[in-house]
């Protein structure tokens, strides 16, 4: 309960209230310019379910959202949450896509993806999904074992929900006229191939590819380009060095036009440019058969890399359960500025299954989206640390922070039996040497620059506390953008204290502190922010710009 203070307890407490200010600001720090914003840190608790993330900041908010194939409610698909700093997540309630029936795939909803447009307001977020409906229609074949597309919703919000543009997937067929369909003279396990090279080519030539794991790349001169992953069904790879086929998944390109992005009111479906339509059929194919094409980005044999090689005697090792394979999946593509000013291309990418001890992330570099691109020899940047408790490291993005550092947010396991977890680990660049680096951690680290100053903002500043009752002050914690950090994490506490201490007691419950009196008068309540540390203790924050001070606040109080 609040009351009005009485006007003659006022100037008590607008003094106890200064005198405690001013021994809590202490002395000012000389070159406070040279010096981080805040001695702030965080470090990869495990705690927030997901798979797959992609983040971005949305400067309109403060906020990095982060969207992630787990984690959504029942009634939706895709989890999101939100951070001030790439490091205390909150969920947002629900999820991304409503479950309302009128989607077009019924499973397998993977690797989302959104992109905003400032000019429009428009949120677009993309994804791949499993259809069970007119499967033939784009595929052929009705009983098409992994018949995945990539849909895309819309939204004003990053926050969602976002609907579907369509009740359809993208309007995209890519079509391998060079691929020897195996599957097709292959047994319905489907996981035994041809013997040899020869028996392969004996399959009929051509098949309709699946694809997942969307990334759209916007490029400097105004062309939008969607890298995917071909699905690894239904492309058995001969590798000549095992003498065996290998069923691969790999990553294209497709361009795409600028309709959709242009569209003031996001009802647009994205659409392959010309080029690409059709650009795979055959004179004698019958009308009204649609046969896209692609271009070719990353695979194994181009570019051969041992350690992609984990999976490739499955089929041995578990007794004819699991398939001889190869992942190159979850991309994302950046533009730097390389050697002479000219522009440089780096792309991302997972190898491995996630549950594997060689599952990680590679990379590779162009001079051009559309490549040739070459993987890097450092590869992987990116692998499980037990040292650290942190396994199956993979399928991140890149983001940008508002001050210019790069992140990598990735998915990760604290053991090998747990689900999927959301990690950050700072990334550096180096262009001129093609150098790309991960930095995995599970201890202390500096929160990303540009979220600092803190601030901590109570609700009232001035309280009546009754006799024999309570009074609550709501607490807000906000980074310099102004986004609000949750206070129910336990990444973050308050830290609550009444001066003098037998006026009262102060009880703190997430964003709230209860204030109980205990003798009338006047009195202060300090409240100070807390982030917890590797060892699980906790430590005040405080800002050391322009000088070091405590991120805390007072608020005087009324004891009845």
């Known amino acids: 309960m609040t009351g009005v203070v009485p006007r003659r307890c006022r100037r008590t407490l607008t003094v106890l209230l200064s005198l405690v200010l001013l021994a809590a600001l202490g002395p000012g720090v000389a070159n406070a310019q040279r010096r981080p914003a805040s001695d702030a840190t965080f470090y990869n608790d495990a705690r927030t379910p997901g798979a ?245 980005i990353l695979n194994y044999g181009s570019d051969k890399q041992s350690w992609e090689n984990a999976h490739v005697d499955d089929y041995a090792r578990s007794g004819g359960q699991k398939k001889d394979r190869r992942w190159a999946e979850g991309s994302t593509t950046i533009r730097t500025t390389g050697k002479g000013g000219k522009p440089r291309y780096f792309l991302t990418y997972s190898a491995n299954n996630y549950e594997n001890e060689h599952y990680g992330v590679g990379y590779a570099t162009a001079d051009s989206p559309l490549g040739p691109w070459r993987k890097s020899t450092a590869n992987p940047v990116l692998r499980q640390d037990p040292a650290q408790r942190l396994f199956s490291t993979g399928h991140g993005s890149i983001v940008d922070t508002p001050a210019g550092q790069r992140y990598y947010v990735h998915h990760g396991r604290p053991s090998t039996s747990d689900s999927r977890r959301i990690y950050t680990s700072p990334l550096s660049l180096d262009p001129r040497r093609d150098a790309l680096d991960i930095h995995e951690s599970t201890t202390d680290q500096p929160i990303p620059d540009g979220v600092a100053p803190l601030r901590l903002t109570p609700q009232r500043r001035w309280v009546e506390v009754p006799a024999g009752g309570a009074a609550t002050v709501p607490v807000e914690v906000t980074s310099r953008a102004g986004a609000t950090f949750d206070l129910t994490n336990p990444l973050n506490r308050l830290r609550a204290e009444v001066f003098p201490s037998w006026a009262g007691t102060a009880e703190v419950r997430g964003g709230e502190v209860v204030v109980r009196a205990s003798h009338p008068g006047v009195a202060v309540l300090t409240m100070t922010y807390q982030r917890q540390r590797a060892d699980g203790g906790y430590v005040d924050v405080s800002n050391l710009r322009p000088r070091r001070a405590p991120v805390a606040a007072r608020v005087a109080l009324y004891l009845r």
């Open 52 to 296: 797959d993330p992609f983040v971005r900041y949305d400067e309109r908010s403060g906020f990095y959202y982060a969207y992630s194939t787990e984690g959504a409610d029942p009634g939706y698909h895709f989890a999101i949450y939100r951070s001030p700093d790439l490091a205390v997540w909150e969920k947002v309630p629900g999820g991304a896509l409503r479950d309302d029936g009128t989607q077009w795939a019924h499973d397998w909803f993977w690797a989302p993806e959104v992109y905003f447009n400032e000019r429009t307001g428009v949120y677009f977020f993309f994804y791949s999904g499993r259809m069970n409906r007119n499967v033939a229609e784009h595929f052929k074949y009705a009983n098409f074992e992994e018949p995945s597309k990539i849909g895309v919703a819309v939204s004003r919000s990053p926050e969602g929900p976002f609907r579907n543009i369509t009740t359809a997937p993208i309007d995209y067929y890519p079509y391998d006229p060079d691929y020897h369909d195996v599957n097709l003279i292959m047994d319905s396990t489907q996981r035994k191939p041809p013997a040899t090279l020869e028996e392969g080519r004996t399959a009929p030539l051509g098949t309709y590819i699946p694809y997942i794991d969307p990334n759209v790349f916007f490029d400097d001169d105004g062309r939008i380009y969607l890298y995917f992953s071909r699905n690894a069904y239904r492309n058995w790879v001969w590798d000549t060095d095992l003498g065996k086929y290998i069923e691969e998944s790999n990553i294209y390109l497709v361009e795409l036009t600028r309709e959709w992005w242009d569209d003031p009111e996001g009802r647009t479906m994205p659409a392959i440019h010309p080029r690409y339509r059709d650009a795979n059929r055959a004179p004698a194919d019958p009308p009204g058969v649609r046969k896209d094409g692609f271009t070719p």
